[in-house]
């Protein structure tokens, strides 16, 4: 078993700026890669951003590419979204997520996850 806690949820205004940790306890040498997703209400749970643990290579969504970073502490226990440049369409809830099984370039499918986190609220004002 893998446990996920956000962190660093908040309210910005449009153009500032957020960073959000998932830290990652219990079996932590099974994860193969850490994702996070969102969810605006009353839409689909979407793809921002993942990082494989063996190999660090990252994986972003088109709508975050340049504005959103994915990094990894040494251990790989904390995985952390640097937000920059935030949107009012950025506002959701967001997931940090574990895949447990190995991949050169980490997924943006969620079925790929196995272990989710509670979530954290973003909420940006225009």
């Known amino acids: 078993q893998v446990q996920l806690v956000e962190s660093g949820g908040g309210l910005v205004q449009a153009g500032g700026s957020l960073r959000l940790a998932c830290a990652a306890s219990?079996?932590?040498?099974?994860?193969?890669?850490m994702g996070w997703f969102r969810q605006a209400p009353g839409k689909e749970r979407d793809f921002v951003a993942a990082?494989?643990?063996?190999?660090?290579?990252?994986t972003y969504a088109d709508s975050v590419k340049g504005r959103f970073t994915i990094s990894r502490d040494n251990a790989g226990n904390t995985v952390y979204l640097q937000m920059n440049s935030l949107k009012p369409e950025d506002t959701a809830v967001y997931y940090c997520?574990?895949?447990?099984?190995?991949?050169?370039?980490?997924?943006?499918?969620?079925?790929?996850?196995?272990?989710w986190g509670q979530g954290t609220q973003v909420t940006v004002s225009s």
């Open positions: 997520a574990a895949d447990i099984s190995f991949k050169w370039v980490p997924s943006y499918a969620g079925e790929e996850y196995d272990y």
């Open positions: 219990g079996r932590t040498n099974a994860r193969g890669a």
């Open positions: 990082i494989g643990l063996r190999t660090s290579s990252t």
